[in-house]
Each structure stands twice: as structure tokens, then as C-alpha cells.
């Protein structure tokens, strides 16, 4: 990037991207992915870097931030005794699998086919957010045997194709079966590590074209978005747990689940070109 003041543009874009998603997190509890990826997508193609796999990169970065980001939360959790780590043992194994199965896919597929994915994806999340019941059950508790086995590599396949931790899915997965709230976020946190490493690794070694990509960026991986993005979040994030103690954030979860619903929505035009 030749020109300073797309630098600079640059990085006010991220900074300002880094602190929403911070606040977000720490209000509503909601994973940086679903805020990063279209926060993404948006400043790196009006700064001129569309092409073909733009998606790709916004996916790639916002799962790197997700591995600082879940493991500060596994440990904060750990210290509290929140985490259900038997969960996480037998679900790890398939969560990491699906996360494989999804950088594979997803090196492959046109970033507008990806648009059209996270925007069906990200329209689920939202009306669940905003309709979901805590009361609704699928079971008594966590499943094992062939159920363990379709759902776990399914939270991790779907996951990287949206770019996200396991929060999203994660914590209403658990909640239907019968999980306490509380170590439901904890325990999907730890999703999170399983489903952003192997992904990451993977998308390290994705080739992007140099004229579509912007500077320090190592496969799909920007590391100026990435570092200022971290960076931001670590100020941010306390304020939005203030925030959380200070109102009730149940009313703003539900124009979240709006607001993300429309977001996905944009997503949707723009795969289908509108």
C-alpha cells in the first residue's frame, strides 16, 4: 500500500471495526467473528481489495483474532470453574475435523458463494437470537454415540465457513441440551480454539493473488488487521462488560439479532449481485 493515506484510512477503519466488535463482546457475549467478518469485508473492499477471494481473507482473519480472543476467555472461565471440560474432550476430536473439512471447502468456493453462506448462516443466528426461548430443550443433556458424531464436525464445518469462534453455535447447541448458560459460554469458548487453530493453519498456506491482497498479509491472513483488531478489543471489551452490568442487555440482544438479521441480509444482495 504505496499511498499513506490509504494506510492511514486503513487503519482507522480496523481501529474503529476492533472497538465495536470489543464493546459487543463484552455487552452481549457475542463472538467477534459475526461482527469481523462483514466489518471485514466491507473496509477491505472499499480500500480496492475486492477480488475474487476477499471472503476468504475476511474468514482467515477474523478466525486468527478468534485464538487470542477464546483462549483469553477459556482461561478467564477456567479460573471461575465454568468450563465443562468433559464437553470439550469428546467434542473436540469432530470439532476439529468439521474445521478441516470447512478451510477445505471454503479455499475452494468463490467469495460470493461465501457471501450467500454466511448471509443464510448469519440469518439463522439472528432470528434464533431473537426468538430463541431459554426453555426450549432438544434433550436432557450433551448427546454422545452417532449424534456427538454428526453435530461436533458440523459446529466446526459450519463455523469456518462463517468465520466465527463457537459461540454461535456452540452455546445454543449446549443450551438446547440442557446446559447451564454460564458454562455453556465458557465451554464454547474452548470450541472456539479448536475451530479457529486448524483452520488458521490451513488458510496460512491459501494463495491470494498479490494485487488483491493487502500488504502484510500471509496467506489469507492480514496481519494489520489481525494485530489492530486484538489490540483494540483488550480496551474495548471491559467497557462493554460495564455496560452489561450496568443494563439490561436483553433488549439490546434482540436489536443485535435485528441488526445482524439486515447484515445478513446485505450479505445475501451482494452474493446475488444486487
Not at 48 to 72: E, F, H, K, V
Not at 230 to 259: C, E, N, S, Y
Request: aromatic share 8%; glycine share 14%.
Amino acid at each position: 500500500m504505496s499511498d499513506p493515506m490509504l494506510l492511514v484510512q486503513m487503519l482507522l477503519l480496523l481501529m474503529v471495526i476492533g472497538a465495536f466488535a470489543g464493546v459487543l463482546a463484552g455487552l452481549l457475549g457475542v463472538g467477534g467473528g459475526i461482527v469481523l467478518v462483514p466489518a471485514f469485508f466491507y473496509a477491505f473492499h472499499t480500500l480496492g481489495y475486492g477480488g475474487p477471494q476477499l471472503m476468504q481473507m475476511c474468514l482467515a482473519t477474523s478466525l486468527a483474532t478468534i485464538i487470542i480472543t477464546s483462549l483469553r476467555s477459556v482461561l478467564s472461565h477456567n479460573k471461575k470453574g465454568a468450563v465443562d471440560w468433559n464437553i470439550l474432550k469428546t467434542w473436540a476430536p469432530g470439532i476439529a475435523v468439521g474445521a478441516v473439512l470447512g478451510v477445505m471447502l471454503a479455499s475452494n468456493l468463490r467469495s460470493e458463494t461465501l457471501q450467500g453462506v454466511f448471509g443464510v448462516l448469519g440469518c439463522v443466528i439472528g432470528l434464533y437470537m431473537g426468538l430463541g426461548r431459554a426453555e426450549w430443550r432438544l434433550g436432557p443433556a450433551m448427546p454422545a454415540g452417532a449424534t456427538r458424531a454428526v453435530l461436533s464436525p458440523g459446529v466446526g464445518f459450519l463455523s469456518v465457513l462463517m468465520g466465527i469462534g463457537g459461540g454461535s453455535f456452540g452455546v445454543p447447541l449446549m443450551s438446547l441440551y440442557n446446559t447451564p448458560i454460564h458454562r455453556a459460554v465458557a465451554t464454547a469458548a474452548g470450541f472456539g480454539i479448536l475451530i479457529a487453530v486448524p483452520s488458521v493453519i490451513g488458510f496460512l498456506f491459501l494463495d491470494i493473488a498479490e494485487d488483491y491482497r493487502p500488504p502484510l498479509t500471509i496467506g489469507a491472513v492480514n496481519l494489520v488487521a489481525f494485530g489492530v483488531v486484538i489490540a483494540m478489543t483488550l480496551i474495548t471489551t471491559p467497557w462493554g462488560v460495564k455496560l452489561a452490568h450496568a443494563m439490561d442487555p436483553k433488549p439490546l440482544k434482540r436489536v443485535f439479532a435485528v441488526f445482524l438479521t439486515l447484515v445478513a441480509l446485505n450479505m445475501l444482495r451482494k452474493a446475488a449481485g444486487w
